[in-house]
């Protein structure tokens, strides 16, 4: 039974918009080969990642 409930809501999650699903304080970032070679390896300093969050709010 439960296991059916779970199906029909991931199903419903599947046919929400989108924009129903946005959520403003979430902000994914891709990190490829070229950025850490450019960058460096995690974990950054603290005020590396400050500059970037605030370069992503503009």
């Known amino acids: 039974m439960l296991e059916r409930l779970d ?3 991931y199903d419903l999650l599947l046919q929400a918009p989108l924009t129903a699903l946005r959520d403003d304080r979430v902000l994914m970032v891709g990190v490829d080969d070229k950025c850490i070679a ?4 995690w ?3 603290k ?5 970037t ?3 992503t709010k503009r």
């Not at 450019?38 to 390896?41: E, K, L």
Request: glycine content about 16%.
């Open 7 to 9: 199906r029909l809501t």
């Open 38 to 41: 450019r960058v460096g390896q």
């Open 43 to 45: 974990p950054h300093l």
């Open 47 to 51: 005020g590396f990642l400050g500059r």
């Open 53 to 55: 969050t605030s370069y």
